[in-house]
C-alpha cells in the first residue's frame, strides 16, 4: 500500500508502479516490488537520495540502470517521499503524446520554424537545443519544453505518419491539469493541420 497521499497527486499523473507490471519487474530484476521495497527498508533508503537508492541496485543487486531507476522511482513514490510526475527538485512534468497523419519531415518544420508553430501552439518558445529528432525551449517562468518526433510505419494504406511527444518540465504541481489540458489541445491542433 502506498504511503502517498492520492490527494496531492495532481490530476492526469499516473504513478510509476501503474506503468511496469511486477510480473515485468520479477523477469528483470528477480523480486517484485514489494519485495524491493522491504529491501530497501531494511537497507535504510528511506533516508538515501534518489541517486544513491538506484546506485545502491546496481551495484550491490547488479539490476540494470533503467529498473533500477524504475524501482527507485516506485519506491519513493509509495514512500511519500516523491509525488507521481514529481521530478527530484520538486518539480512537475507533463506528458503528451499524439499519432501526426504526415511524414516526420513534414511536421518537423511545425516545431522548428516560429511562423508555422504559430498555426497550432499559441505560446511564445525560445528555442534551446535542436538535435536529428528533438528540440528543446526555454518555456517561460523558469519551465522547459522539449519535442520528440518519431517516423512511426505507415498504415496498411500506405499513408506517412509519425509520432510527437512533449514533455514540459519544471512545474509548479497547481498547473499540471492545465498544462496537461494545453498540451493535448495543441497536439490535436496540430494533427488537424495535416488531416486537411
Not at 10 to 20: I, T, W
Not at 88 to 117: H, N, Q
Not at 155 to 175: D, F, Q, V, W, Y
Amino acid at each position: 500500500m502506498a504511503d502517498h497521499d492520492d490527494e496531492n497527486v495532481p490530476s492526469g499523473v499516473r504513478a510509476q508502479e501503474s506503468m511496469v507490471s511486477d510480473d515485468a519487474m520479477m523477469k528483470a530484476t528477480g523480486r517484485t516490488r514489494e519485495e524491493w521495497f522491504e529491501l530497501l527498508d531494511e537497507a535504510g533508503a528511506r533516508d538515501w537520495d534518489h541517486s544513491t537508492i538506484a546506485r545502491w541496485m546496481g551495484g550491490k543487486h547488479e539490476v540494470d540502470a533503467w529498473w533500477a531507476q524504475g524501482v527507485t522511482v516506485s519506491y519513493e513514490q509509495s514512500r511519500g517521499l516523491r509525488a507521481p510526475g514529481q521530478a527530484r527538485d520538486g518539480s512537475f512534468t507533463v506528458s503528451s503524446s499524439k499519432t501526426i497523419p504526415a511524414a516526420a519531415t513534414d511536421v518537423w518544420p511545425y516545431l522548428t520554424e516560429e511562423d508555422l508553430r504559430r498555426d497550432w501552439l499559441d505560446l511564445e518558445l525560445h528555442e534551446v537545443s535542436q538535435t536529428e529528432k528533438s528540440i528543446r525551449f526555454d518555456g517561460g517562468e523558469h519551465t522547459r519544453v522539449a519535442f520528440f518526433l518519431e517516423a512511426s510505419p505507415p498504415t496498411k494504406s500506405g499513408r506517412h505518419r509519425c509520432k510527437i511527444a512533449i514533455n514540459h518540465m519544471r512545474l509548479e504541481r497547481e498547473s499540471v491539469p492545465e498544462t496537461k489540458q494545453f498540451w493535448q489541445d495543441a497536439l490535436g491542433r496540430l494533427a488537424d493541420l495535416f488531416r486537411e
